[in-house]
C-alpha cells in the first residue's frame, strides 16, 4: 500500500483505554489504513513523521468553547489545534449564532464572553448567510477550517430570534403558544441537521452587553420549567445532550438539573453540567459533586460535571472581570460601559460602602473567594507594585481596606493594571480526585472567549503532564492509557461524535505528542494579537516542542508547535453529525501527498518527505 504519511515508531494510544504499544501508523486519504508492529514501507512521496520517544494519540477533544464568532473570519483556531485539539464544540452556555441578527449575537456574546461587542456585530454581518441550522452547517464546510466542528443549538439563541430580546429578557413575559412551538421546531430542525444537542443557562451572573437589555441576565435564564421541561423532552425522544450551567446561588436548581437527566418513566436526558470545581470560596463542595453524580447515574441518568483539569487562574485590566458580576456593586461597575462614568461611581464613597459590604460578606455561594491579599499585581505603570497584592498596597498605603486599594489603583491605572488569581482547581489532590471520577468530563476550557482573562487551550496537554510527573514519582493516580482516553474516545462517544479514536478505519485525526517536554513551560504566560478582533491581544498558551505534530484528516497541519501553512489555508475540518460517520476531507488527488512546507523552504526537523529521518 502507498501511504500519504507515515508516523513512525511512537507510543500508539487508541483512544479507548487499551494498553499502548509501539507502532508505525500509515495514513491514506485521510483515513487511518495501517497500524503495524512492523515498520511500514514510505513511497516516493510519503511524509514521513519521526514519532520515537513520542506519543501518537487521537486528536483532543474540547466540549466546551465560545469559537462561534472566531471561527467565522479565523477558521483555522491555531490556538487549540497546536496544542492537539482536532475536534471543538461549538455553542456552549445557550450561546450560538444559528439564529439571531448580529445586534444581538453582539450583545448576548459581548459581554458574557468579554469578546468586544463590535467585532460580534461586525462578524455575523460579513458573513452571515445561512437561515436555519442545514444551511449553518453548510456555511461553515465552505471555510478552511483547521479542526473539526461540532455544535450545540443555544437556548438564548432560539429565545431572542423568537421572542425578541426584550421580550426574551423579562421576568413577566413568557413565550406563547405558537413561540414555544416555533423553539421546539428550531431545536428538532438542529438534531435533524446533526447538532449534539443543546445548551442552556441559569448562571444569573452572566449579563447582556449593549444598550437595549445592557445588564439583563441571557434570555434563557428567563425560561420557566414548563418550558424547559418541553426542550427537554425533545432531546430525550432524539437521545441527545442538555448542556447547562446552574444557579450556583441556588442550590436547589444545582440538585433540580441533576435530576433532570433521570428517565423514570421516560427516557433519561444525557446531562453534562458545569462544572466540578475545587472552588476556594466554597471548599466542602468537590465532595458532593462526585458522590451526586454517581447517584443520579445509580438510578438510571446519564449525568456529567465538565471540569478543567487545571488551576482556574484568571488575569485582569482593572476592574474587567467577570466574577464582580457575582454580586451587585461590581456587576454595578460594569454596567457602565463608558469609562469616565465608571470612573466616577468607583470614586463615590456610597457605592465604596457597598463594595466593602460585598467584599466582606461571607454568606452565600460564590465562585470568586473575595480576597485582595490573594491577588497578585502583573503589570503596572508603577513597577514598585508589580509582585504584590491589593492587600498589601493597602497595608503599605496606611491601613486602607483592600477593597479602596484596589479601587484607587484602578482609577491611577485603568486597565494599564494587570492582576491575577486562582479561583479554583488550587489543590493538586483534589485535581486528581476530579480527574479519575467517572462523573466527571474533561472540558469547560470556555477557549475562544474572556480573551484578555484566561488560557486553557493546552488544557489536554497539562492533565497529560500531572498524570506521567505522578507516575514518575511513584505516586499514579490514573495510567497515560486512562488520561488519553478521558480526552479523546470517552467524549466522542458519550457525544456521539466520530472523533477520538486512532485504529484502522478511523479518520486521521492524531496529535504526536513529545512527553519529555510536558514541563512547565506549559503554564508559561503569553500573548498574542487576533487580527478579526483588530490586533486585540489574547492571551495563549506557548510550548512548541511539546506537540512535534498534528494531522487533522490526514493532513499535517502542526509541526513541532507551529501551524503549517496548510492551516486555515484549506479546508481540512468537517462538521461531525451527531451519531453519523463522517468521512474525512480528501485531498485534492487520491494518493497525493499532502501539502508540506513551501518547495524552498528546508524541511522541519523531525519530517522529511521520502523516507526515515536521518
Not at 116 to 137: E, L
Not at 195 to 218: E, I, N, P, W, Y
Not at 240 to 246: D, I
Not at 322 to 349: K, M, P, Q, T
Request: charge should be negative; hydrophobic fraction near 40%; charged fraction near 25%.
Amino acid at each position: 500500500m502507498t501511504y500519504d504519511t507515515i508516523i513512525r515508531g511512537g507510543l500508539w494510544f487508541d483512544g479507548s483505554g487499551a494498553p499502548a504499544a509501539v507502532r508505525d501508523i500509515g495514513v491514506t486519504d485521510g483515513v487511518v489504513t495501517a497500524v503495524s508492529a512492523a515498520p511500514l514501507e514510505a513511497g516516493e512521496h510519503t511524509e514521513v513523521i519521526d514519532a520515537a520517544g513520542a506519543w501518537v494519540m487521537p486528536g483532543m477533544v474540547d466540549i466546551h468553547t465560545h469559537y462561534d464568532v472566531e471561527v467565522l473570519e479565523g477558521p483555522a483556531l491555531a490556538e487549540s489545534v497546536r496544542h492537539g485539539v482536532t475536534t471543538i464544540l461549538l455553542g456552549s452556555c445557550s450561546l450560538s449564532t444559528v439564529h439571531v441578527d448580529p445586534v444581538d449575537a453582539g450583545d448576548l456574546f459581548g459581554r458574557v464572553e468579554a469578546i468586544p461587542r463590535m467585532h460580534v456585530i461586525g462578524a455575523v454581518q460579513r458573513n452571515k448567510t445561512w437561515s436555519d441550522p442545514a444551511s449553518y452547517i453548510e456555511a461553515l464546510e465552505r471555510l478552511p477550517l483547521g479542526p473539526n466542528l461540532a455544535a450545540f443549538i443555544g437556548h438564548s439563541d432560539m429565545r431572542t430570534a423568537t421572542m425578541g430580546l426584550d421580550r426574551a429578557t423579562r421576568k413577566e413575559v413568557r413565550p406563547t403558544p405558537s413561540e414555544q412551538a416555533r423553539m421546539e421546531q428550531m431545536l428538532e430542525e438542529a438534531l435533524d441537521a446533526g447538532f449534539v444537542g443543546m445548551s442552556s443557562q441559569q448562571l444569573l451572573f452572566d449579563k447582556l452587553d449593549g444598550d437595549l437589555c445592557r445588564s439583563r441576565t441571557l434570555p434563557s435564564t428567563y425560561a420557566k420549567p414548563r418550558e424547559l421541561r418541553r426542550l427537554n423532552a425533545v432531546l430525550r425522544r432524539r437521545r441527545r445532550v442538555l448542556q447547562s450551567g446552574p444557579d450556583i446561588k441556588n442550590p436547589q436548581n444545582i440538585l433540580s438539573q441533576a435530576a433532570t437527566s433521570l428517565g423514570i418513566g421516560r427516557p433519561h436526558l444525557k446531562t453534562s453540567l458545569l462544572s466540578a470545581a475545587d472552588i476556594k470560596a466554597n471548599p466542602a463542595v468537590v465532595h458532593i459533586m462526585g458522590p451526586l453524580a454517581k447517584l443520579v447515574n445509580r438510578l438510571g441518568g446519564d449525568f456529567r460535571w465538565q471540569h478543567l483539569p487545571v488551576p482556574f487562574e484568571v488575569y485582569a485590566d482593572g476592574i474587567d472581570l467577570v466574577i464582580f458580576e457575582e454580586f451587585g456593586s461590581g456587576a454595578a461597575a460594569l454596567h457602565l460601559a463608558d469609562a469616565v462614568a465608571r470612573d466616577e461611581l468607583l470614586r463615590d464613597e456610597a457605592y465604596r460602602r457597598s463594595f466593602r459590604k460585598d467584599y466582606d460578606s461571607k454568606f452565600g455561594p460564590r465562585v470568586w473567594h473575595r480576597d485582595f491579599f490573594d491577588a497578585e499585581i502583573t503589570e503596572c505603570p508603577d513597577a514598585s507594585l508589580v509582585g504584590k497584592s491589593f492587600g498589601d498596597v493597602g497595608v503599605e498605603r496606611g491601613g486602607l481596606h483592600p477593597v479602596d486599594a484596589f479601587l484607587d489603583l484602578v482609577l491611577e491605572h485603568g486597565t494599564a493594571l494587570r492582576w491575577r488569581t486562582t479561583i479554583s482547581n488550587h489543590r493538586p489532590e483534589f485535581l486528581r480526585k476530579l480527574a479519575v471520577d467517572p462523573g466527571v468530563q474533561m472540558g469547560f476550557s470556555d477557549a475562544g472567549a474572556h480573551l484578555r482573562n484566561m488560557a486553557f487551550y493546552n488544557m489536554g496537554l497539562r492533565l497529560l503532564r500531572h498524570v506521567r510527573d505522578a507516575e514518575r514519582a511513584g505516586t499514579p493516580f490514573m495510567s497515560i492509557e486512562h488520561a488519553v482516553h478521558r480526552l479523546t474516545g470517552e467524549l466522542a462517544d458519550w457525544y456521539g461524535l466520530d472523533a477520538g479514536h486512532l485504529r484502522e478505519g478511523s479518520r486521521a485525526d492524531l496529535v504526536v505528542v513529545d512527553p519529555e517536554h510536558l514541563d512547565a513551560t506549559l503554564d508559561a504566560y503569553a500573548e498574542s494579537p487576533v487580527e478579526q478582533y483588530g490586533g486585540l491581544s489574547r492571551m495563549v498558551n506557548r510550548n512548541d516542542d511539546a506537540v512535534r505534530a498534528v494531522l487533522v484528516s490526514g493532513r499535517t497541519v502542526v509541526r513541532h508547535g507551529a501551524p503549517t501553512e496548510l492551516l486555515g489555508a484549506e479546508r481540512t475540518g468537517v462538521f461531525l453529525r451527531a451519531e453519523t460517520p463522517t468521512p474525512p476531507v480528501r485531498q485534492a488527488s487520491a494518493g497525493a501527498a499532502a501539502p508540506v512546507a513551501d518547495a524552498a523552504a528546508p524541511v522541519a526537523v523531525g519530517v522529511q518527505p521520502g523516507g526515515p529521518n536521518t
